[in-house]
């Protein structure tokens, strides 16, 4: 599966934007979706996943409350949308899938700027 994430931008703290990772490829249903993302001078974080049925979640601690992620099998995509966002969420924005343990496939990031 390849992956083409969109969506990033400059916010004000505060502010909301949503994320949009596009699959291509049949099986994208059969993946587990995810969002990580890669602040400057820190390592990649894991910030929220979703199972290939939408029953399961998870969110870092830094982002519950504030984001959510969901997945529209049909459309082939996985979206994260990110409200009351602060400077500290400034990083660039990956969307990832795996079938197995490991995350496998990689899109190629969104930046995004959260200005205070």
């Known amino acids: 599966v390849q992956l083409q994430a969109s969506g990033g931008g400059l916010v004000q703290a505060g502010g909301s934007l949503r994320l949009s990772c596009a699959a291509s490829?049949?099986?994208?249903?059969?993946?587990?979706m995810g969002w990580f993302r890669q602040a400057p001078g820190k390592e990649r974080e894991y910030v929220a996943g979703?199972?290939?049925?939408?029953?399961?979640?998870y969110y870092a601690d830094s982002v519950k409350g504030r984001f959510t992620i969901s997945r529209d099998n049909a459309m082939n995509t996985v979206y994260l949308q990110m409200t009351n966002l602060k400077p500290e969420d400034t990083a660039v924005y990956y969307c990832a899938a795996r079938s197995t343990a490991s995350w496998t496939h990689w899109g190629q990031g969104t930046l995004v700027t959260v200005s205070s």
């Open positions: 979703i199972s290939w049925s939408s029953g399961s979640v």
């Open positions: 490829g049949r099986t994208f249903s059969s993946y587990v």
